[in-house]
């Protein structure tokens, strides 16, 4: 099923680096810093004779508020930046202009001769897209999928103040990292997405053996100038720490060709885990920080936190009206720590407590209790940033608060380790709870069980304590270099193997 398709309707541009651009008169006007935050503001129906509604239906009333939304300042700035992004990426590639043509051609050749995609259009590029990086939760995804969602996605045009001008128009693309971190399997998403939205077979034809990886990449920034893809967001950034050696650093190479070749900026979002890529190659950092970094921390307990609260405050299904409060503010506070999704999902679970118990009902204490009781995977995380203890953030990269002068010694700790073996199984309090404290951080039951035996192994004291487990554990974890044990790997050894290789047919490298 194709998305939807818009015909193009052009507007008179203002500046005069956008006028007579069809790519840039066919989006929407620009919107003032007030306008953006109605724009992006997500308000749930609610009534309050709903209160009075059957326990039941409550209960899925409350889902609701997982689905509310309420904008700051800083969602405005992303808004201002992606929209910069996407109107001055355009600005020179104006489909009437010569070297639009000579970009064609070029990537054509390039995928008929299997050669590379050069650099030919005689500029240099307007704009080089930005990070976002945030600790998890913090609604850095929700964020910009709202934003994006401003913009028509698809637009078809036909005709262009009477010159004929047939070609679609894809004003964002938005794609997950794999979770192996591969350039491969981001190529294939990106196949993928454009059959989802033109309906082409993109995926299938790239889905051969025969499709190297080389021809992948040739005909992924072919593409991005044929459809004119507007901005590029690539999320979950953090998983190219999961792949091969080498492979990180060619694919964020292949983000500034995207860049340099053809103009279309990249914007990746992350966790801070992603850091210890981002900063590793300072050409990429600088194409990264091209509109400037932004970089989310946890909200802090001010006024901004209480707008947030006392919007979310709106949607009480429990029949007794409970009244918010600076002590309600700062209990959730202090169980979220700041971070809206936490607190979104706290607030949820209280009153479906409420509502189910028969109290209708609830207090600061029962904020406290669910938090503790429902909410188990994340206390120890939760613990560890009430703690603010440098020394026990570290075991959770993905919620390290950001600080300039913190950068080298939070992420940094991948490079420092060294993967032990893993020993047999020492079954303890500690152990276990450090295995809850991993599966939180996204490791496989397996995974956390095996990490933590090895960290428990390799102290010679005897002395166990659950975060100084988890946290040594979590530190094996992201310093174990991934398999190479792969299906070509497994022919090495076979005669006329390396002529194969060299010919082409064998992709070893993702």
Known sequence: MTATIHNAFYRDEVLDE???????????????????IAKLMIRPPYSDTERNAPSSYRQLYTQRIVRLHQPMEREVDVFGRIDRCIRWGYADRNPLSSSYAAQLAAGMSASVFRGSLNYSGGYHPHTYGFSILGISGIGKSTTVESILSLYPQVIRHTQYRGIPLVMHQISWLKIDCSCDGSLKGLCMDFFRELDGLLGTSYSEQYSSRRATLDRMMIAMSRLCVSHNVGVLIIDEIQNLCSAQKGVPERVLNFFVTLVNTIGVPVIMIGTPKALSILQNEFQQAKRGSGQGDALWERMPN???????????????????RVPFTSGMKDALYEEAQGIPFLAVHIYKLVQEDAILSEKETFSEKDLHRIASEKMGLTKPMREAMRAGKEVDLKQYIDITPFSCSDYKDNYSIAAESKSPAVSPPKESTAQEAAIVTLMGLGLSHEEARSFACAAMAEDKSGCFAAPVVARKAYQMYLAEPVSTDTTAGSLAGLTGYEAVKEAGLIDEGL
């Open 302 to 320: 001010d006024t901004s936190w209480e707008l947030f609260c006392r919007a979310i405050w709106t949607y009480q299904y429990t029949k007794g």
């Open 18 to 36: 956008f006028r007579f651009n069809p790519l840039i008169e066919a989006l929407p006007p620009p919107l003032e810093p007030g306008d953006a």
